[in-house]
């Protein structure tokens, strides 16, 4: 059997006069924010006024004594599909046209050359293309799924010619005019 002796603490006079106080000291964090916007991105301000600046007591006109900014959004807006058409305009002069003697003076307005001849693909669509096959790894197939929402509608056989054309129309021509000089990549002048 287990004395009972050394099992329980012995107190004293001393010990129970003794007070032992202590303090905690916990730094308030702010909760970090997992989700924040790039310091270059446009901000929209909204400002809310109230509706009725008269005062309700005198009837006299209140003025304004501060704001304080209530929150921050991140505010997406989705790409648009435009249709851009290209109309050149003719002119020719009234009075060469009279003078039977005088050929007819007639000038045209000319549109720029097209990226890729006789497709509808401007060169910001091109790049969308381009930046998401190789950027984002989206493939082609999956891409004409998103050109059909935004309103173009096409197949994954014009989008891989689209990017055919321009690695050899617009990029294999740079490709060629770069020269090696100790190490240093240039472009060659014409």
Known sequence: MMTRLFSEPEHTEEQSQQTISYTVVRKVKSKKRNDSLHDGIEVEAIHHHP???????????????????????????????????????????????????????????????????????????????????????????????????????TNDKNLSNWVIRVAHDWLLPIRTNERVDDGKIGFACR
């Open 51 to 153: 509706k009725n600046t008269i005062c309700d007591c005198c009837q006299g006109q209140m003025i304004e004594i501060g704001s304080t900014l209530v929150r921050e959004e991140a505010k997406f807006i989705p790409a648009k599909m435009m249709k851009v058409q290209h109309i050149e305009h003719a002119y020719e002069c009234k009075d060469c046209k009279v003078d039977s003697s005088q050929p007819a003076q007639i000038k045209r307005g000319k549109a720029p050359q097209p990226a890729i001849q006789r497709s509808i693909a401007s060169p910001s669509v091109l790049a969308k293309v381009i930046y998401d096959k190789f950027a984002q790894y989206l493939p082609l197939y999956r891409q004409v799924k998103e050109w059909n929402r935004y309103g173009l509608n």
